[in-house]
């Protein structure tokens, strides 16, 4: 008797306990996404295969551009990771984090990035803060993917890369400008004649640190502003409209009148603009 009853206890604390235990060590995928974004869309389409393959994952979806709850959420996540969540989509894989999709390369991160956190289960500090796991121990360090992928060379960890490189290769991609290049060689050719030594390093260097800080100031706010409208689907579909117009019209005037070089400034204007540079650099 006392066997029986044992043994139906033991049944019973299993029955209880295995659904319990098989839900709590699944791992989480956290993904912070706008339901506007293409990206986003393959992106749940190739998470929703890997869950389907995969019973030990669990995919928490959180749509951020027309809920307001979950855009709360994400600001509380971003000052969780030490960082703020300014694209989407957004992945958090134990202590990885994923921006952005693209086939061939975030699908690989992602996929990498699971296999890692299997084999070295972290805290999911996340999962804490929503209330779906218990708090642990220990403390997450938040790594982005910094993998990328350019074309004719392949994948590149850009946290490898020189800083000098990257400038150079970025420098020399700007350079093909033909409104740039003009400026410059009529910098150079204005320099060449000037004889005060210290006057051509005046004007040189005023030259470079002004180009420098403009481009700065530019690509900063650039970015703040790409990164404040981005999340606003109405400004990103008028911003797309203006664009499609804006090279209809270009490719239009090039058919109609092709010409080459900058058209900002015309061959009078420009002769004119040269004698007066030069006149104030010739000055003592």
């Known amino acids: 008797m006392i066997k029986r009853i044992t043994l139906t206890l033991l049944l019973l604390a299993t029955f209880f306990v295995l659904p319990v235990h098989a839900e709590t060590s ?10 506007d974004c293409i990206h986003g869309a393959t992106e749940e389409v190739f998470l929703n295969e890997l869950a389907a393959k995969d019973p030990t994952l669990e995919i928490l979806r959180f749509e951020v551009v027309y809920d307001k709850e979950n855009q709360k959420l994400m600001k509380k996540v971003g ?29 690989v991160d992602i ?93 040189g260097g005023s030259f470079l640190f002004a180009s420098a800080a403009m481009y700065f100031l530019f690509m900063l706010s650039w970015l703040n502003i790409t990164v404040f409208f981005g999340s606003i689907s109405y400004i990103r579909l008028g911003i797309a409209a203006i664009a ?15 010409k080459d070089g900058c058209e900002l400034v015309d061959d009078d204007k420009r002769k004119k603009l040269k004698k007066q540079v030069l006149t104030v650099a010739n000055q003592p």
């Open 111 to 203: 996929v990498d990035s699971i296999q890692d956190t299997k084999e070295h289960p972290v805290r999911d500090m996340i999962g804490e803060m929503l209330g779906l796991v218990k708090p642990g121990t220990g403390t997450v360090d938040y790594t982005g993917s910094s993998i990328i992928t350019l074309p004719f060379i392949g994948r590149i960890n850009m946290a490898t890369v020189s800083i000098p490189l990257v400038a150079i290769v970025l420098g020399i991609l700007d350079g093909f400008n033909p409104c740039a290049m003009w400026t410059l060689l009529f910098l150079i050719g204005m320099l060449f004649r000037m004889e005060d030594k210290k006057k051509m390093w005046i004007l």
């Open 244 to 258: 499609i117009i804006g090279g209809i019209f270009n490719f239009r005037s090039f058919l109609n009148a092709p």
């Open 26 to 35: 699944k791992l989480k995928i956290y993904v912070f996404y706008s339901q």
């Open 79 to 107: 000052d969780l990771v030490g960082s703020p969540i300014n694209t989407v989509p957004t992945v958090f894989i134990g202590r990885h984090r994923i921006v952005g999709f693209t086939e061939g390369t975030t699908d």
